[in-house]
């Protein structure tokens, strides 16, 4: 089991994020994804890991980063679901979102 989900989860706070975003420190993870180049091994394995636990805990903020900036190289990945998924929950964020500016409360 990677350590990414559990450090994540157990400091789940804004500044932890902050820090994060403001770091870019997902950016070293991502060009070590790329760099992989799709070997099945425990690197992979750990990355699909992060964003899967990024997606699967509704880590809005996180979400968005990660789609935001990395999104047009996560967009072109194809063997693995991980990504459209995180895109495809990014989108729905972005939806509500819209709908709130508009007054549609859900």
């Known amino acids: ?3 990414f989900p ?3 989860k157990y400091h789940y706070n ?3 994020y902050s820090y994060i975003m403001k770091g870019n420190l997902f950016a070293p993870v991502v060009e070590a994804f790329i760099r992989n180049n799709g070997r099945y091994n425990l690197l992979e394995s750990a990355i699909l890991e992060l964003f899967e636990f ?5 880590i809005k903020i ?3 980063y990660v789609v935001e ?3 047009k190289i996560f967009d072109e990945i194809q063997y693995v679901q ?7 929950k990014y989108d729905q964020h972005q939806d509500r ?3 709130k500016e508009k007054g549609y409360d859900s």
């Open 14 to 16: 804004f500044v932890l």
């Open 54 to 58: 990024i997606k699967l805990e509704d």
């Open 69 to 71: 900036n990395f999104g």
């Open 1 to 3: 089991v990677s350590p």
């Open 82 to 88: 991980t990504f459209k998924n995180l895109r495809n």
């Open 97 to 99: 979102l819209k709908d």
């Open 62 to 64: 996180l979400c968005t």
């Open 6 to 8: 559990v450090i994540i």
